[in-house]
């Protein structure tokens, strides 16, 4: 349970640096803010979806199809959306170095 309150957590604050990166700050930390949020943002996505995957698995050997299928699904969506952050990451990353 600890797990997963830090897992909201870090997904809540890494969609909020992002977003006051991208959309508030108008300094010249603005692109190093986005990038770090969503870096942050994208680990914790990640994990997310790997446990949600897990439990699907667990789920699913127990004989409860219909909601091994569903966390799947979710775990999945978590996935794309970990993999999305991150490129954004790389990108921000790379305009900075260029």
């Known amino acids: 349970m600890a797990v997963r309150i830090m897992l909201l957590l870090a997904t809540i604050s890494g969609a909020g640096v992002a977003a ?3 959309f508030v700050d108008k300094s010249g930390q603005a692109i190093a803010f986005a990038t770090a949020g969503l ?3 994208g680990v914790a996505l990640a994990v997310g979806g790997f446990l949600l995957g897990m439990s699907a698995v667990g789920n699913g050997r ?3 199809s219909g909601r091994a299928t569903l966390l799947a699904l979710l775990g999945g969506l978590f996935m794309i959306a970990a993999a999305g ?3 954004g990451a790389v990108v921000f990353a790379v305009v900075v170095l260029l």
């Open 39 to 41: 870096l942050v943002l």
């Open 85 to 87: 952050a991150l490129a």
């Open 62 to 64: 127990v004989g409860r």
């Open 20 to 22: 006051y990166g991208l």
